[in-house]
């Protein structure tokens, strides 16, 4: 069966930097769209950052220069590293991944099949 499970949360200053990470299982995730979501409370989910084919990337405009999307294929592992963190950025991350049955790379949550628990960001100024 599909597994994602991240890891990499936690609690950091304003300024700081967290590399988050997301291991899949049972698939290979260069075939597939994978994409970071987040949700603070009392939010919608949204989407932060997606991956597709050729290392094609896509971006929420609020993390655009700070966050970096990347997967190692050997690994089959997907990360977001986070540099520059806002207070605004603290919510739960979800990696996400989905069929390429898009023309480009979607960050909208309904497109996504499959997903991670999540893991919690915190940013205190």
């Known amino acids: 069966q599909v597994q994602l499970v991240e890891s990499g949360g936690g609690s950091v200053q304003a300024g700081g930097s967290l590399r988050l990470s997301c291991a899949a299982s049972a698939y290979v995730i260069s075939r597939f769209y994978m994409a970071w979501f987040r949700q603070a409370p009392g939010k919608e989910r949204k989407g932060v950052a997606v991956?597709?084919?050729?290392?094609?990337?896509n971006y929420v405009d609020s993390v655009k220069g700070r966050f970096t999307i990347s997967q190692d294929n050997a690994k089959n592992t997907l990360y977001l590293q986070m540099n520059s963190l806002k207070p605004e950025d603290t919510a739960m991350y979800y990696c996400?991944?989905?069929?390429?049955?898009?023309?480009?790379?979607?960050?909208?949550?309904?497109?996504?099949?499959?997903w991670g628990q999540g893991t919690q960001v915190t940013v205190s100024s």
């Open positions: 991956i597709g084919g050729g290392g094609s990337t």
């Open positions: 996400a991944a989905a069929p390429r049955t898009f023309s480009w790379l979607p960050l909208n949550a309904a497109a996504y099949n499959d």
